[in-house]
């Protein structure tokens, strides 16, 4: 205990203050994490204290010496041959180490190796909190000036449907007027639509690439704010 108290105080603050600021955070990360950033700080000081007292105490009372060329069974030979294998191992490390410490070129090139790499998968995986899913529904909200009549948000609706029936990504397209789904209001200036996509085997494109070519192809619509939808994400045009 002597030789490794001071790396367990050190490892469990370290834990610890990975995940105890997770607590402060705001928004909806905050939200999320509170409780498990909490409860992982509480049980990594909990396992802490554990291995620097009850744990010590167990190991002095249930690990005793052996009288040396005793006869040993099969879990004592398994032991042997472990610990042989993991001080060959050890071995291995250490030399490796005494080989590149001394080499400050090689000990930046692996750094810069490992900054590269980081740069690289960050640049792969999404940026987004919460991931977006692809799952074959673009919702679409139309809200027309105060006082449009019926009529008219149907004709906007109706051009909507117009253009995304002749996308080869979409399945079929359903429209209703006189409803909102951002407010879910009603109201002769409301109009809602349900584009269903195809399934994922019979398209190419994703459910954001359809949005994308949505809002480009119906720029002309004037007269009413129109905003595309899915589970993750909305556009307003």
């Given amino acids: 205990m002597r030789e490794i108290s001071g790396a367990l105080i050190a490892i469990t603050l370290v834990m610890s ?4 600021p997770v607590a402060f955070l705001s928004g909806p990360v905050g939200i999320f994490y509170r409780q498990f950033s909490l409860t992982l700080a509480v049980a990594i000081l909990i396992s802490g204290l554990n ?59 692996i750094l810069l190796i490992f900054v590269a790499g980081t740069w690289g998968i960050n640049t792969i ?15 679409v909200n139309v809200t027309t000036p105060a006082g ?21 990504a979409v399945e079929n397209v359903s429209t209703l007027a006189g409803f909102s789904l951002m407010t ?16 994922w085997e019979e398209r190419k494109e994703t459910v954001d690439d359809v949005i994308a070519a949505l809002t480009k192809q119906t720029r002309h619509i004037q007269g009413a704010s129109i905003q595309y939808s899915h589970p993750n994400r909305t556009r307003i045009w």
């Fill in 51 to 109: 291995a620097l007292t009850l744990t010590p105490a167990l190991c002095a009372l249930l690990l005793r010496p052996h009288a040396a060329g005793g006869k040993k069974n099969l879990l004592d030979r398994f032991f042997d041959g472990f610990n042989r294998g993991f001080d060959r191992l050890t071995g291995r490390y250490q030399s490796l180490l005494k080989r590149i410490i001394s080499r400050r070129v090689v000990t930046v090139g």
């Fill in 17 to 20: 203050a990975v995940f105890v």
């Fill in 184 to 199: 879910d209001g009603s109201g002769s200036s409301y109009g809602m639509a349900m584009v269903n996509l195809k399934s």
């Fill in 125 to 139: 995986l999404p940026s987004g909190f919460i991931p977006t899913e692809d799952q074959g529904m673009i919702y």
């Fill in 148 to 168: 449009a009549t019926v009529k008219r948000t149907e004709e906007l609706l109706d051009q909507i449907q117009g253009v995304a029936a002749k996308m080869p």
